[in-house]
């Protein structure tokens, strides 16, 4: 596993953007919510004397950090506050990650609301688990909550916790050292080589005096707001995402959910990490972002916002041209929040089959008739390495894009390349991967990766998915095939996508059985990934011809 170091941790959290602006003021106060826990808050402030729209940002980080923001929403019009949830800057409570917020912010609109200087109509701000504060009031329908920007943020925890419900290792386990060691333990403070080889997984924490276990934070995410109601959701939502950032699908499938009831919406995404937006990094991964446009993308974000809040919250009519969806490709030579959005109804599905000739992985355009297959061992005890993609953030050198021809160079790594494409592909919408497979043990994980390979041979990550094969045997119908070797059809997800690649460019399909330490290894016997001690070898095999149709697919732009 590749050296990892840590950067700016406090910088990425805390979202902000410097932006000159007057002076305001600026008082300290303590709201009681429930059972009498104080939370400690900031109100930013130009004049009290009359009644004001009012923004909200609830945060477990420092709320120092978000000032140049509070002062930005002032100068615009606005009361800005910013309050520390329980747990964390001095707030009373207990930090539980995700329990209190929708409670605690159902009672902070309520006070808030009675206040002289509010004049009844709130937006929740935020970025991370600050936007999680917010989207998770969407469906209270709370009178005064009119308008929502969220930023990098989610509802439902387990999409990005634990995708395809497998534990995203390299989220999981940093952040929660972060939180309950109240920001002192981040890499560099700990080995984190060692720290992800620790077994049982379960115990991780415990060498950290941190008396939680990750079946434990398993169990309290799981099923939150899965029953969140999309259809009486009635707050206007702003999203911003990168597709290399580790909340990316959170983000997607709030807006899907909602889009699904025709809910007022506005989408931006480009290429970037974790609140990359506001850093003024230049770099996504190995990958140099184009100049133009994007030195003051950060800034454009937050006018983005700014003009949402002025719709829905003082009712600013001009603003209303902005709600579509503004997407910024991975590849693109510029960057221009102004743009059109992409015209949706043009969607079509492109299908690459798989298969193998003269023992080359190919993606044709066209199945094969004749059967053929690729078999890997996969080694937990030797797992494929993580190399970039949508991981947490503090992780730096091992996030965004990056370069995967040395990885492609292992054996327990079948890729399939297609032709030269003619022309640009634009690919938008989501990827994923419906392929038959066989394995010779009680358990194990079939890894997919989108990558796109250019000019020079070099292959650069585009999106990336896992599928546990216990939890796709609860719903896949298994079948012999001549030889006897017990086959099932498993659909790997790769998520979202929006890139634009070159012409004299192709798409290369790699897959493996492991993907470590972005996510936890399977052991291979059947045991609990969590508890596993010991780890075993795996035969791994992806079938492919006119009986097995074993395919890659990805929307485009037609």
Same mark, same amino acid.
């Given at each position: 596993m590749k050296a990892i170091s840590f950067l700016s941790v406090m910088l990425f959290w805390a979202g902000f953007v410097l932006i000159a602006?007057? !002076? =305001?003021?600026?008082?300290? *106060?303590?709201? &009681?919510?429930?059972?009498?826990?104080?939370?400690?808050?900031?109100?930013?402030?130009?004049? &009290?004397?009359?009644? *004001?729209? !009012?923004?909200?940002?609830?945060?477990p980080y420092p709320r120092k950090q978000y000032t140049s923001i509070a002062n930005y929403f002032c100068g615009k019009g606005y009361i800005m506050v910013v309050q520390s949830v329980r747990g964390t800057g001095g707030s009373g409570g207990r930090m539980m990650p995700f329990i209190n917020e929708t409670d605690d912010g159902l009672a902070m609109l309520d006070l808030l609301t009675e206040k002289d200087w509010c004049n009844g109509n709130i937006g929740m701000y935020g970025s991370s688990y600050s936007s999680f504060c917010g989207l998770t009031l969407g469906a209270a329908k709370h009178p005064s909550l009119k308008?929502? =920007? %969220?930023?990098?943020?989610?509802?439902? $925890?387990? =999409?990005?916790?634990?995708?395809?419900?497998?534990n995203h290792?390299?989220?999981?386990?940093?952040?929660?050292?972060?939180? /309950?060691?109240?920001?002192?333990?981040? $890499?560099?403070? +700990?080995?984190?080589?060692?720290?992800?080889?620790?077994?049982? =997984?379960?115990?991780?924490?415990?060498? /950290?005096?941190?008396d939680i276990s990750l079946d434990q934070m398993q169990e309290g995410i799981d099923g939150l707001n899965k029953d969140m109601d999309y259809k009486i959701f009635n707050v206007p939502v702003m999203h911003v995402t990168g597709m290399y950032d580790f909340t990316k699908e959170g983000t997607f499938n709030l807006y899907d959910s909602l889009r699904a009831y025709n809910k007022i919406q506005r989408f931006i995404i480009g290429p970037w990490v974790h609140d990359q937006i506001f850093s003024g990094s230049k770099k996504v991964g190995d990958w140099e972002l184009p100049k133009p446009g994007y030195d003051s993308l950060g800034n454009k974000v937050l006018v983005a916002a700014a003009n949402w809040?002025?719709?829905?919250?003082?009712?600013? @009519? @001009?603003?209303?041209?902005?709600?579509?969806?503004?997407?910024?490709?991975?590849?693109?030579?510029?960057?221009?929040?102004?743009?059109?959005? /992409? $015209?949706?109804?043009?969607?079509? &599905?492109?299908? +690459? *089959?798989?298969? &193998?000739?003269?023992?080359?992985?190919?993606?044709?355009k066209?199945?094969?008739?004749?059967?053929?297959?690729?078999?890997?061992?996969?080694?937990?005890?030797?797992?494929? $390495?993580?190399?970039?993609?949508? %991981?947490?953030?503090?992780?730096?050198?091992?996030?965004?894009?990056?370069?995967?021809?040395?990885?492609?160079?292992?054996?327990?790594v079948i890729t399939y390349t297609s032709d030269k494409i003619n022309g640009q592909f634009w690919g938008l919408g989501k990827a994923k991967v419906k392929i038959f497979v066989s394995h010779d043990s009680k358990d194990c994980d079939f890894t997919a990766k989108l990558v796109a390979v250019d000019k020079e041979d070099n292959a650069w990550n585009i999106a990336d998915g896992i599928t546990r094969m216990s939890n796709a045997k609860k719903q896949a119908t298994p079948f012999k095939d001549a030889d006897g070797n017990t086959i099932y059809e498993i659909e790997i997800d790769l998520g979202h996508i929006v890139f634009q690649s070159m012409p004299r460019w192709s798409f290369r399909l790699e897959i493996a059985g492991s993907n470590f330490p972005k996510y936890d290894r399977n052991p291979g016997n059947g045991d609990d990934p969590l508890m596993a001690t010991k780890f075993y070898p795996v035969k791994q095999t992806i079938h492919h011809g006119k009986q097995f149709q074993s395919v890659l697919l990805i929307d485009e732009l037609d």
């Open positions: 602006q007057p !002076v =305001v003021n600026k008082v300290q *106060y303590a709201f &009681t919510v429930d059972k009498g826990i104080k939370l400690e808050t900031d109100i930013y402030f130009t004049d &009290t004397t009359a009644k *004001y729209p !009012v923004i909200m940002m609830r945060t308008a929502i =920007v %969220n930023i990098n943020g989610w509802v439902e $925890p387990s =999409v990005i916790a634990r995708p395809a419900g497998v290792l390299m989220m999981n386990i940093p952040w929660m050292l972060f939180n /309950y060691s109240n920001g002192k333990l981040i $890499p560099g403070k +700990y080995n984190a080589d060692s720290l992800f080889n620790t077994v049982p =997984v379960n115990t991780m924490l415990k060498g /950290y005096g941190i809040f002025n719709l829905y919250l003082k009712n600013v @009519a @001009a603003a209303a041209s902005l709600n579509v969806l503004r997407a910024l490709p991975v590849f693109s030579e510029s960057f221009n929040l102004n743009a059109s959005g /992409y $015209p949706e109804e043009k969607i079509r &599905t492109a299908t +690459y *089959y798989l298969n &193998t000739a003269e023992n080359t992985g190919k993606l044709l066209k199945n094969a008739a004749e059967p053929t297959q690729s078999s890997f061992i996969s080694n937990p005890n030797d797992p494929v $390495p993580t190399n970039g993609g949508a %991981n947490f953030h503090f992780f730096p050198n091992n996030l965004g894009l990056k370069k995967q021809n040395e990885i492609e160079k292992r054996k327990d």
